[in-house]
């Protein structure tokens, strides 16, 4: 989207305080940035403060306005007051640091959770004292957020917001309660994958990869193992055991291993594929991304079409591979502990879902009810 921002200051009923439009290409107010006017050294002074999306309001351009002209009156600030605000003051963007630095080697998604606490926690409470911050600022943030990103992503920036805090209390650097409480409710998202690939989808997908080996072995690996992206493409050569049609599965959003099996079509594949890699060398030897591209053209040509971009419940992408195995398996009335054990689920609960395929979940009963 084109935005502009338009040169005219439109003034606010509070003295010394300005805004200016941001428009988009449809000439459609979308946001606004906050300046503020004060006269120093007989001069007329503009200061930038923030944008309206970024929580910025007039109470904090009036508070920002009134400590400058406070300081301009008074002269410089007392150093020993200066002295003692910088020590005592532990801003939010100080605790991220120590949780950033905290989870770096056990977070395998750290550095997205890093830009997004950035791009949408940072403008709003990075600057703030920890001992300030409270869950009616949190709920800010949701109510403002809500707006422009999806609630799941609004759901995940206030877990960031209390699992920074969390850090800080278990090492006893903070001695208060965390701002995230049970007051601050989580939005209801009912968007989890539900979707699957049927026979007749899946055989057109192997169609369309047959000629590409490593996609291929890719996609017959994903559908036999039920593997996540980053399982599949961290399978080396003495994770397959040829013998017993068997491969060990390291699964790194639970940090552990599990085993998986495949069939006789795709035992002769590997077989191929290994006789030349040594014990360490990776089945796949592509990068997540040009698989995800590769994949995507795919599942957007034949199975997304007319579906929205953030239609999560009825998309097809890469870890739909996941749930059309268990869903399979399902059907195929295989037990749902069973189930558990192949997708490597701590929780049985994130297994039950696939129970309502099963063919004892009592559809033929409700058909043939009044017959």
Known sequence: MNLKTLSKRIPTNEEGIFYKRIINENG???DKTYLIRY?????DRLKTIGKHSQGIRINYCKQI???ILMKLRLGEEPPAVAKKKKKNITKLDNFAEIYFKEKEMEVKDIEKIK?????????????KSVDEITSDDIKEIQKIK????????????????????????????????????????RVNVD???????????????????KHEEYLYIFVQLALQTGGRLGTILSITKKDIKLES??????DHKNNSTYLGFFNDELKYLLKKRIEKLNANDFIIDRGEQVIKDRLTKIYNRYFNVGLANDDRKNRVVTHTLRHTFASHLAIKGTPIYTIQKLMNHKDITMTLRYAKLAP????????GLYQ
């Open 28 to 30: 459609k107010e979308v």
């Open 39 to 43: 006269r120093e050294n007989d001069s």
């Open 65 to 67: 306005r009134n400590e």
């Open 115 to 127: 830009k997004s606490y950035i791009n949408h926690i940072k403008p709003f409470l990075g600057h």
């Open 146 to 185: 809500r707006k422009v990103l999806a609630e799941r992503t609004v759901n995940a920036l206030i877990q960031i917001i209390g699992a920074i805090y969390n850090v800080a209390i278990q090492k006893e650097i903070f001695k208060g309660n965390n701002p995230v409480n049970k007051s601050v409710k």
């Open 191 to 209: 968007n989890k994958r539900e979707r699957y690939l049927t026979h007749e989808e899946i055989n057109i997908l192997l169609d369309e990869v």
């Open 245 to 250: 049609n068997t491969v060990q599965l390291k």
């Open 360 to 367: 004892d979940s009592g559809k033929d009963m409700v058909l």
